[in-house]
T-cell receptor, first 113, second 117 residues
Framework: GAGVSQSPSNKVTEKGKDVELRCDPI?????LYWYRQRLGQGLEFLIY????????KSGLPSDRFSAERTGESVSTLTIQRTQQEDSAVYLC???????????FGSGTQLSVL | AQSVAQPEDQVNVAEGNPLTVKCTYS??????LFWYVQYPNRGLQFLLK??????LVKGSYGFEAEFNKSQTSFHLKKPSALVSDSALYFC???????????????FGKGTHLIIQP
């Protein structure tokens, strides 16, 4: 596709439910990032995939959060037993490599009631 | 560990005046530095980057940034501000020496730039 695609664009869920967020990076981009942006806040790094290297999971806030990426394609971010503090916009970005600019998706607005 | 600081939550500038958005960083080795902009109701967009070479980097929409190694800074500048420049600006850094494995790009908390007509 022309850009980074994220789905769903909006997700409303109940506290305690699991959610899965999807990111389709730009074809050929080896680097893929997940960030979280709470209302009025900056970008919080979550996880980074680079080719076949072990992902950098240092930003995941708890063991309820996990992410997978198959090869250099789609990535899914899973949040288990969602909490109200998980409410935020979850942004995915991809790039050709670590020194190239990031292309961001439009994000998934997650609301936990 | 790498980190980046944007000391100002908000910067107010009159249209036509020069603007500066401050950014300082901390890395173990040499930095890769980036500026991104988030316009209202739009996604994040790349403005410019410093990897190596000339300390003054020119980017999109007339913006530029100067890498200052001694002050560990990468301030964003524009000679003459436009109302349309009003947005949220993020500075980001990655350590050139990742020490093996993957290393994420660390963003600052962002600075709201408000250009007043």
């Amino acid at each position: 596709g022309a850009g980074v695609s994220q789905s769903p664009s909006n997700k409303v869920t109940e506290k305690g439910k699991d959610v899965e967020l999807r990111c389709d990076p730009i074809s050929g981009h080896t680097a893929l990032y997940w960030y979280r942006q709470r209302l009025g806040q900056g970008l919080e790094f979550l996880i980074y995939f680079q080719g076949n290297s072990a992902p950098d999971k240092s930003g995941l806030p708890s063991d309820r959060f996990s992410a997978e990426r198959t090869g250099e394609s789609v990535s899914t971010l899973t949040i288990q037993r969602t909490q109200q503090e998980d409410s935020a916009v979850y942004l995915c970005a991809s790039s050709l490599d670590v020194v190239k600019k990031l292309f961001f998706g439009s994000g998934t607005q997650l609301s936990v009631l | 560990a790498q980190s980046v600081a944007q000391p100002e939550d908000q910067v107010n500038v009159a249209e036509g005046n020069p603007l500066t958005v401050k950014c300082t960083y901390s890395v173990s080795g040499n930095p890769y530095l980036f500026w991104y902009v988030q316009y209202p109701n739009r996604g994040l967009q790349f403005l410019l980057k410093y990897i190596t070479g000339d300390n003054l980097v020119k980017g999109s929409y007339g913006f530029e940034a100067e890498f200052n190694k001694s002050q560990t800074s990468f301030h964003l500048k524009k000679p003459s501000a436009l109302v349309s420049d009003s947005a949220l600006y993020f500075c980001a850094v990655r350590d050139f020496y990742s020490g093996g494995g993957a290393d994420g790009l660390t963003f600052g908390k962002g600075t709201h730039l408000i250009i007043q007509p």
